[in-house]
């Protein structure tokens, strides 16, 4: 599913209104706030334009949870902030998963609202290195994908969330690999790279 491009541009349409001379100050008013009204609109369908493609949106999740799902922190390698994970008890998957982290990230505990995008995002590996140590033991319990900018929500069966921001404009926020097969990648941009081993690449 594709939500397409506007039908109106705030170009073509904010002139009429915003140019218009010899108002009364309660038209003027009005005037305004029809104006407001309809930048506010404009940014929402700007917003909307930007989502992931349903069809990408859902290759990404279903990869996610094929990889992550019942899966534990086991390590973290230092260069490059990425976590290594596979299952705690046997018979361990000869094909580790990696997740690469390079944009803000944050750990909160999961009574927040769904969804919940924190503000105080951190970037320094050794507090990564500290919140994969306390969660080494606890598995991956559910993941969310957000619809716009491929941000990324891992909850664990202590209820703590690990939240990536999925959205930068010049470099790739995550990255999340387990052998050749599967691959998710958060674009540049907010968009996503997805390859699964019965689908081939999209994004």
């Not at 706030?33 to 493609?53: I, K």
């Not at 996610?64 to 922190?73: G, N, Y």
């Not at 705690?88 to 609202?113: K, M, T």
Request: proline share 3%.
């Amino acid at each position: 599913m594709n939500y397409g491009k506007p039908n109106l541009s705030l170009e073509q349409t904010a002139p009429g209104v915003l140019e218009r001379g010899g108002l009364g100050h309660a038209e003027q008013e009005h005037d305004f706030n029809s104006a407001q009204l309809l930048s506010s609109a404009l940014a929402r369908l700007r917003e909307r334009e930007r989502a992931l493609d349903y069809e990408t949106h859902q290759l990404g999740l279903r990869a996610l949870e094929a990889v992550l799902l019942r899966r534990a922190i086991i390590g973290m390698y230092f260069s490059g902030s990425v976590l290594w994970f596979n299952y705690l008890e046997f018979p361990i998957d000869r094909e580790d998963a990696y997740l690469r982290i390079e944009n803000g990230w944050a750990v909160f505990h999961d009574n927040e609202p769904g969804d919940c995008i924190p503000t105080n995002l951190q970037r320094d590996y050794r507090d990564l290195a500290a919140v994969a140590a306390r969660l080494v033991d606890s598995r991956v319990r559910s993941i969310r994908l957000g619809s716009q900018h491929g941000h990324l929500w891992l909850t664990f069966d202590n209820s703590d969330t690990l939240f990536v921001n999925g959205e930068a404009e010049s470099y790739e926020s995550w990255e999340l690999r387990r052998g050749e097969d599967y691959l998710v990648v958060a674009l540049a941009g907010g968009d996503l790279a997805v390859s699964l081993p019965d689908s081939g690449t999209t994004g």
